[in-house]
């Protein structure tokens, strides 16, 4: 496993009994888990983050699925980063959305949003069993600097339409979760959020936004290859990922 320090006070296990995968029909998912806790968290969390590991809670993970290693970090590298023809009328169509970062404190209307994203687009996975608390730790339960960017039209009520948790890192800015209003999927709210991300990230000197897992073979993931250059984590550490 290539991580770029050793880190002594982390301790890791494998997750039990393994879980149905929610990308890839007939796969069963385990990962690789360790706490972040006490003065180092953050160090911690931004060496494990280069590393390919992603946040929940307190824990970061990584996929370590026997006979399976669909999962694959990606990054979109910002100094190098062009919006697609496709990606800048999405910004068009969107001018009317304003993104504020506010504070990872979870709101009823943040999660009347949540629950018609995850009912809508992810009908089938555990999320959609989440009531209120549960989303409300995950947006509150966090050892390093999290926010909530929320993104609002400009009607007279300011209506929420989308939402991303991310983490603010020394190396860039981590996507954790991302939900929207799903009612019109021809807005591309998902696409208009990560190109708000990668602004943000080259503002503030920032030079990666971090998007997660892509996987191959699932349609859910297929978004991610049009944020070019698209970095990858494999054996050797990060590459950029070939176009076909």
Request: aromatic share 12%; charged share 25%; proline share 6%.
């Amino acid at each position: 496993m290539f991580i770029r320090q050793n880190i002594q006070s982390l301790r890791f296990f494998r997750t039990t009994p393994a879980m149905r995968c929610p990308y890839l029909p007939h796969r069963l998912e385990t990962k690789l888990v360790t706490e972040l806790s006490g003065p180092d968290a953050i160090s911690q969390h931004d060496t494990l983050t280069d590393a390919g590991f992603r946040r929940s809670h307190h824990f970061v993970y990584k996929p370590l699925c026997d006979g399976c290693r669909a999962c694959v970090p990606v990054r979109i590298r910002v100094r190098d980063f062009e919006p697609s023809r496709a990606q800048r009328r999405i910004q068009r169509r969107n001018e009317h959305v304003h993104a504020t970062e506010v504070q990872a404190l979870a709101t009823g209307e943040q999660f009347s949003l949540f629950s018609r994203y995850v009912l809508t687009r992810h009908r089938d996975g555990d999320m959609a069993d989440m009531d209120f608390d549960d989303y409300r730790a995950m947006v509150e339960e966090s050892p390093v600097e999290t926010a909530i960017i929320e993104f609002r039209d400009d009607s007279a009520d300011g209506r929420l339409v989308g939402c991303c948790l991310v983490d603010w890192l020394s190396s860039g800015v981590s996507a954790v979760y991302s939900f929207f209003d799903p009612q019109d999927p021809r807005r591309g709210l998902g696409t208009h959020m990560i190109l708000w991300l990668a602004n943000a990230a080259a503002r503030r000197g920032l030079p990666y936004v971090y998007l997660g897992y892509w996987i191959a073979d699932s349609t859910k993931m297929a978004y991610k290859q049009s944020f070019r250059p698209l970095e990858f984590f494999g054996p050797e550490g990060w590459a950029e990922l070939p176009t076909s």
